[in-house]
């Protein structure tokens, strides 16, 4: 499969044809499919996927299908806007860039003056193409520490990778799907996994970070087996070797169950663990407290499954595992998280091909992002919020603590945030935010709030002042690069097809607004200037040679700890204080929580809370990803109304039918917390204790103006999940393992 020959844009039938790789907006994560776009007249009239393109040849799913639609849509917004009626109230005037740069120049200014630099925040949600230029924003344009991803405990992705590089001292550990190589699954030296573990994701639906999930499929057709470790029967758990349906956030019981039994039957890897591994004998001894029969208790996985799962994942070679948000979303994810590598690490599968590719420990293109931070005193550095108390989060993570952050907006203390700038997230529409209600109050104090995006939002709608329009990925120049460069199957290029009104991208607006207020910080003069000068120093190649080739593979060497590639000074093994993979986590130690992998009940259960039990009987879990939304977006897109119409909350048919409810009837979900309705969708993939609530649900076609937000408090599920119960080491929160009660909505 040669990328290099076809060139990237042509013309065909009165079209302009261009090839690009997808990111964002719309939103998806940087797997980068390959696209041709269709434009005539300045319209984009069709999509269709690339044939050429080495890891979605040509395959691609309805959200980039219905682009178009997403592009030219009446609704969007196309020119900047200023906000001309109270906030909340839907009354905005159309002005000109220029207008709106010198009314936020000349707030920031006033801002920083009177309060100080630190007093502006920028919000950012996950890893949509502004996440590379979101920190940026705020240390060089705007001067200030503090930049927020808002979701307690920081539950996404960040957990994942603090975990890693504290206990692999790597980038992200992934699948070997063969993405590193042009010719892919022929690639001599390239094995099949004979195991993947699917460990609490859902990745054909998902596609995240830089996991193409349809090559789990591929792998499937060519033999691999799957274990896959979920509460419900997802595609992929329906077609696994074995469905392990354990009880929401008991993963680290699981985990531990599954290394007890390939430790004490002697399955493990003795020359890697000897070589390569810190703290097995520790690990030995901690495993004996989760017997595979107490482990079923805990986690209602039948007892045989768990031995069995776990002997044919240690005899499988290679074997492969991924990790999802179920180590995130979880108080005890750290633990999860950590128990998970823990079996990587002892049967033997990292890094060696059709094993668990790791990343090296800084990100590739990463050192703009990373030294941008310089532009800040080390006095204005040290008061980025949430660093002092969350040590191992801050050190992993150049953000603000998100649960620090709302204490701060409501107390104003240590000093009072006055500006803020949504840059990349929807959060009171149930995504970003748990607790949205308290944001909501929260966020409604600013002095001055600028939003950039697509469309009016409900966060748009009652925070800004200015709204600033976003080109979506067919309008923009730009790079994609998987895993944000912590683990880079290839760097591709994301070529301009169209332009639409005055739209601009994320790193367009950064240069606008630093160049205005921090010029030295950006010297460039546009952004294939800019672009070239991150790709030149690593790659060797120009922008315009990236546009050229549209896939560029950067090289890929298996047993990196085997060649001193994982550390800076050459030596062979990890970056770890130990400079083996900690088993035994002398940084977690450090910071005050265990060493090794322990279990915690969820902070509500049936076992922690037996009371509150009582009145909320049912599990909640939330937020499993849909085919054609992507979080809170897509709502306005009518193609993809009519796959996902309505909010789903899924309830096995057995405890419907004890609530009297049926398919497809409006049901309030409620704890004490709060409520929200959603409508019943019956399914037998569930465990009957068991529910699932969809997050995202906001209504465009609802009225805009408050207190309505567009129905943003109706199908509001995280307004049933807390603000204050984070793990020790502050990452994690249970969006996934609430409890509640379901009753039918009389209405
Ligand atoms: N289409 C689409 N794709 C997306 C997104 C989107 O909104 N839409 N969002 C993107 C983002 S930001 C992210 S972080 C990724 C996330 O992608 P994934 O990690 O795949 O996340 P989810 O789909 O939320 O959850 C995966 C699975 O975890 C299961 N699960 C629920 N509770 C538990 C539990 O306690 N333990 C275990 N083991 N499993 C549990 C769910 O049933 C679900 O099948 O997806 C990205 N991709
Ligand atoms: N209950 C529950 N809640 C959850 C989850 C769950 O599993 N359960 N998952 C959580 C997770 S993992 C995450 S990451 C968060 C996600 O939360 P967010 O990332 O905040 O997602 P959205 O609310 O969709 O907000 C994103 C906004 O950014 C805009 N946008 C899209 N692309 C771009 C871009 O390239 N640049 C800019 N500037 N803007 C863009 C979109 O139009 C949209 O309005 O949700 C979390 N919320
Ligand atoms: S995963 Fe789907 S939405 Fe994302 S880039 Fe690929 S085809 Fe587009
Ligand atoms: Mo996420």
């Given at each position: 499969?040669s990328?290099?020959?076809?060139?990237?844009?042509?013309?065909e039938?009165?079209?302009t044809?261009?090839?690009t790789?997808?990111?964002s907006?719309?939103g998806?994560?940087?797997?980068?499919?390959?696209?041709?776009?269709?434009?005539?007249d300045?319209?984009?009239?069709?999509v269709?996927?690339?044939?050429?393109?080495?890891?979605?040849?040509?395959?691609?799913c309805?959200?980039c299908?219905?682009?178009?639609?997403?592009?030219?849509h009446?609704?969007?917004?196309?020119y900047p806007?200023?906000?001309?009626?109270?906030?909340?109230?839907?009354?905005?005037?159309?002005?000109?860039?220029?207008?709106?740069?010198?009314?936020?120049?000349?707030?920031v200014?006033?801002?920083k003056?009177?309060?100080?630099?630190?007093?502006i925040?920028?919000?950012?949600?996950?890893?949509?193409?502004?996440c590379?230029?979101y920190?940026?924003?705020?240390?060089?344009?705007?001067?200030t520490?503090?930049?927020?991803?808002p979701l307690?405990?920081?539950?996404?992705?960040g957990?994942?990778?603090?975990?890693?590089?504290?206990?692999?001292?790597?980038?992200?550990?992934?699948?070997?799907?063969?993405g590193?190589?042009?010719?892919r699954?022929?690639?001599?030296?390239?094995?099949?996994?004979?195991?993947i573990?699917i460990w609490?994701?859902?990745?054909?639906?998902?596609?995240?970070d830089?996991?193409?999930?349809?090559?789990?499929?591929?792998?499937?057709?060519?033999?691999?087996?799957?274990?896959?470790?979920?509460p419900?029967?997802?595609?992929?758990?329906s077609?696994?070797?074995y469905?392990?349906?354990?009880?929401p956030?008991?993963?680290a019981?699981?985990?531990?169950?599954?290394?007890h039994?390939i430790?004490?039957?002697?399955?493990?890897?003795?020359?890697?663990?000897?070589k390569?591994?810190a703290?097995?004998?520790?690990?030995?001894?901690?495993?004996?407290?989760?017997?595979?029969?107490?482990?079923?208790?805990?986690?209602?996985?039948?007892?045989?499954?768990?031995v069995?799962?776990a002997?044919f994942?240690?005899?499988s070679?290679?074997?492969?595992?991924?990790?999802?948000?179920?180590?995130?979303e979880?108080?005890?994810g750290?633990?999860?998280g950590h128990a998970?590598?823990?079996l990587?690490?002892?049967?033997?599968?990292?890094?060696?091909?059709g094993?668990i590719?790791i990343?090296?420990?800084?990100?590739?293109?990463?050192?703009?992002?990373?030294?941008t931070?310089l532009?800040?005193?080390?006095?204005?550095?040290?008061?980025r919020?949430?660093?002092?108390e969350?040590?191992?989060?801050?050190?992993?993570?150049?953000?603000?603590?998100?649960?620090?952050?709302?204490?701060?907006?409501?107390?104003?203390k240590?000093?009072?945030?006055k500006?803020?700038?949504?840059?990349?997230?929807?959060?009171?529409?149930?995504?970003?935010?748990?607790?949205?209600?308290?944001?909501?109050?929260a966020?409604?104090?600013?002095?001055?709030?600028?939003?950039t995006?697509?469309f009016?939002?409900p966060?748009a709608?009652?925070?800004?002042?200015?709204?600033?329009?976003l080109?979506?990925f067919?309008?923009h120049?730009?790079?994609?690069?998987?895993h944000?460069?912590r683990?880079?199957?290839?760097?591709?290029?994301?070529?301009?097809?169209?332009?639409?009104?005055?739209c601009?991208s994320?790193?367009?607006?950064?240069?606008e607004?630093?160049?205005?207020?921090?010029?030295k910080?950006w010297?460039?003069?546009?952004v294939?200037?800019?672009?070239?000068s991150?790709?030149k120093?690593?790659?060797g190649?120009?922008f315009?040679?990236?546009?050229?080739?549209v896939?560029?593979?950067?090289?890929?060497?298996?047993?990196?700890?085997?060649?001193?590639?994982?550390?800076?000074?050459?030596e062979?093994?990890?970056?770890?204080?130990?400079?083996k993979?900690?088993?035994?986590?002398?940084?977690?130690?450090?910071w005050?929580d265990?060493?090794?992998?322990?279990?915690e009940?969820?902070?509500y259960?049936?076992?922690?809370?037996?009371?509150?039990?009582?009145?909320?009987?049912?599990?909640?879990?939330?937020?499993?990803?849909?085919w054609g939304?992507f979080?809170?977006?897509?709502?306005?897109?009518?193609?993809?109304?009519e796959i996902?119409?309505d909010?789903?909350?899924?309830i096995?048919?057995?405890?419907?039918?004890?609530?009297?409810i049926n398919?497809?009837?409006?049901?309030?979900?409620?704890?004490m917390?709060?409520?929200?309705?959603q409508?019943?969708?019956?399914t037998?993939?569930?465990?009957?204790?068991?529910?699932?609530?969809?997050?995202?649900w906001?209504?465009?076609?609802?009225?805009a103006?408050?207190?309505?937000?567009?129905?943003?408090?109706?199908?509001?599920v995280?307004?049933?999940v807390?603000?204050k119960h984070?793990?020790?080491?502050?990452f994690g929160?249970?969006?996934?393992s609430?409890?509640?009660?379901?009753?039918?909505?009389?209405?």
């Amino acid at each position: 499969m040669s990328t290099a020959k076809k060139p990237w844009t042509w013309e065909e039938d009165g079209y302009t044809v261009t090839r690009t790789c997808a990111w964002s907006p719309p939103g998806c994560h940087p797997v980068g499919c390959g696209l041709k776009l269709y434009v005539k007249d300045n319209r984009l009239v069709k999509v269709e996927g690339d044939p050429d393109h080495p890891i979605s040849q040509g395959r691609l799913c309805i959200r980039c299908l219905s682009l178009p639609e997403y592009v030219h849509h009446p609704q969007r917004i196309i020119y900047p806007m200023k906000r001309v009626g109270e906030r909340g109230e839907n009354k905005w005037q159309r002005i000109s860039w220029d207008e709106a740069w010198d009314i936020i120049v000349d707030k920031v200014q006033d801002i920083k003056a009177k309060y100080g630099p630190e007093s502006i925040v920028v919000y950012g949600g996950t890893g949509r193409q502004a996440c590379l230029y979101y920190y940026p924003l705020g240390f060089a344009a705007l001067g200030t520490p503090n930049v927020c991803y808002p979701l307690s405990g920081w539950s996404c992705y960040g957990p994942r990778c603090a975990i890693t590089q504290y206990v692999f001292g790597t980038g992200y550990p992934e699948i070997d799907f063969a993405g590193y190589y042009p010719d892919r699954y022929d690639h001599p030296g390239w094995k099949l996994p004979e195991c993947i573990i699917i460990w609490g994701k859902d990745p054909i639906k998902s596609n995240p970070d830089g996991l193409y999930g349809h090559a789990i499929v591929d792998m499937m057709k060519r033999g691999t087996k799957l274990i896959v470790v979920d509460p419900r029967l997802t595609w992929l758990a329906s077609r696994a070797e074995y469905w392990l349906q354990l009880r929401p956030g008991t993963d680290a019981a699981l985990a531990l169950g599954m290394l007890h039994v390939i430790i004490n039957e002697g399955l493990y890897d003795k020359d890697f663990v000897e070589k390569w591994c810190a703290g097995f004998d520790d690990l030995k001894q901690r495993v004996q407290e989760y017997p595979p029969e107490k482990v079923a208790e805990i986690t209602w996985v039948p007892k045989e499954k768990i031995v069995e799962a776990a002997r044919f994942f240690a005899r499988s070679k290679p074997a492969s595992i991924t990790w999802g948000l179920a180590v995130d979303e979880n108080p005890n994810g750290v633990q999860v998280g950590h128990a998970v590598l823990s079996l990587a690490a002892v049967t033997g599968n990292i890094d060696v091909p059709g094993g668990i590719t790791i990343g090296p420990p800084a990100a590739l293109l990463g050192k703009w992002r990373v030294e941008t931070r310089l532009e800040l005193t080390e006095e204005l550095w040290n008061k980025r919020i949430g660093a002092q108390e969350y040590p191992a989060l801050a050190n992993a993570l150049a953000t603000t603590h998100p649960d620090v952050t709302l204490d701060v907006l409501e107390t104003g203390k240590p000093y009072p945030i006055k500006m803020a700038w949504f840059n990349s997230t929807n959060l009171i529409s149930p995504t970003c935010s748990t607790a949205p209600d308290r944001w909501y109050r929260a966020l409604k104090n600013m002095e001055f709030a600028v939003a950039t995006d697509t469309f009016m939002t409900p966060t748009a709608m009652a925070f800004a002042d200015i709204f600033l329009p976003l080109s979506t990925f067919a309008e923009h120049d730009g790079i994609v690069l998987t895993h944000f460069g912590r683990n880079t199957i290839f760097v591709g290029a994301i070529n301009k097809a169209l332009q639409v009104g005055e739209c601009k991208s994320d790193i367009e607006i950064c240069l606008e607004l630093g160049k205005r207020l921090n010029p030295k910080a950006w010297p460039w003069n546009d952004v294939k200037e800019f672009f070239t000068s991150q790709l030149k120093p690593e790659l060797g190649i120009t922008f315009d040679e990236l546009k050229e080739q549209v896939v560029v593979h950067p090289p890929y060497e298996y047993r990196k700890y085997e060649t001193g590639k994982l550390r800076p000074d050459g030596e062979p093994g990890f970056m770890t204080p130990s400079g083996k993979i900690e088993l035994y986590s002398t940084l977690f130690e450090m910071w005050g929580d265990d060493p090794l992998p322990y279990f915690e009940e969820p902070p509500y259960s049936p076992y922690s809370t037996p009371e509150l039990a009582k009145e909320y009987p049912l599990i909640l879990t939330t937020g499993a990803r849909m085919w054609g939304m992507f979080h809170s977006e897509h709502r306005q897109i009518r193609t993809i109304r009519e796959i996902h119409s309505d909010p789903l909350v899924e309830i096995h048919p057995d405890t419907a039918a004890q609530l009297g409810i049926n398919d497809g009837d409006w049901v309030y979900i409620e704890n004490m917390y709060g409520k929200c309705k959603q409508k019943a969708k019956l399914t037998v993939g569930i465990h009957p204790k068991v529910v699932h609530a969809q997050h995202g649900w906001w209504f465009p076609e609802k009225q805009a103006d408050e207190p309505n937000l567009f129905g943003v408090w109706d199908a509001n599920v995280n307004l049933l999940v807390p603000h204050k119960h984070i793990g020790k080491l502050g990452f994690g929160s249970p969006l996934k393992s609430m409890i509640c009660k379901v009753y039918k909505a009389e209405e």
